[in-house]
């Protein structure tokens, strides 16, 4: 059961622009969410989190908004530059219990 | 400090082999979790480890095991290896249980199945 869906298998932006990444879940429990990004050959590196009681959350570049009613997060990256090139993963959990992953999106960010 | 590690990064083994990977967590972590992650798929969760007890378990067969020393260390072991058991192989620390801390990635082990 795919509990965390990323439905955009692939993103493709021009540099400087915004590039939104989104993520879907089905499971009303989850109140702890990551975004990681992945190159080829290594292992995802994380990027940034948001819990249940916040709607959003800023990292420099990075925003994660989180719309609960809705089951859904985004993580919005501005601007685009040609280094975040790579596969984003989202994953979702509550206490005590294993993160769920999306199957990824793969943002190519064109110079 | 550093982060997490995993040896060895690259196997190469045969059908019905065995196989052991090892995962030094980043220092003070007490949770290990593993992944399995094949082309094209997402990250297949395998097991977690806390305090030297597994936690939650996914939904692969019994072939595949895990354990948890006292210093956080973590091993994963796949018996009888299959040709479909060919992929990376990541482990994840955190501070506390699962669900409840950020997950640091190691750089993962590709193994490769002939």
């Known amino acids: 059961d795919q509990q965390v869906k990323q439905n955009s298998p692939s993103l493709s932006v021009q540099e400087g622009r915004i590039s939104i990444l989104n993520c879907d879940y089905t499971n009303s429990m989850f109140d702890y969410f990551l975004w990681y990004k992945k190159y080829p050959a290594e292992g995802p590196t994380f990027l940034i989190s948001i819990s249940s009681i916040k709607d959003k959350n800023e990292d420099g570049r990075f925003t994660v908004f989180l719309n609960k009613s809705a089951k859904h997060l985004s993580l919005h990256i501005v601007p685009s530059q040609p280094g975040d090139s790579a596969v984003y993963f989202c994953a979702a959990s509550y206490p005590g219990n294993q993160f769920y992953f999306g199957t990824g999106t793969s943002l190519t960010v064109i110079p | 400090k550093a982060g997490v590690t995993q040896t060895p990064r690259y196997l190469i083994k045969t059908r019905g082999q065995q196989v052991t990977l090892s995962c030094s967590p980043i220092?003070?972590?007490?949770?290990v979790s593993w992944y399995q992650q094949t082309p094209g798929q997402g990250l297949q969760f395998l097991f977690e480890y806390f305090s030297e007890t597994q936690r939650n378990k996914g939904n692969f067969p019994g072939r595949f095991s895990g354990r948890q020393f006292s210093n956080s260390r973590s091993e994963m072991n796949v018996s009888t290896l299959e040709l479909g058991d060919s992929a990376l192989y990541l482990c994840?620390?955190?501070?506390?249980?699962?669900?409840?801390?950020?997950?640091?990635f190691g750089p993962g082990t590709r193994l490769t199945v002939l």
């Open positions: 994840a620390s955190s501070l506390g249980l699962a669900g409840t801390d950020t997950q640091y």
């Open positions: 220092s003070g972590h007490r949770s």
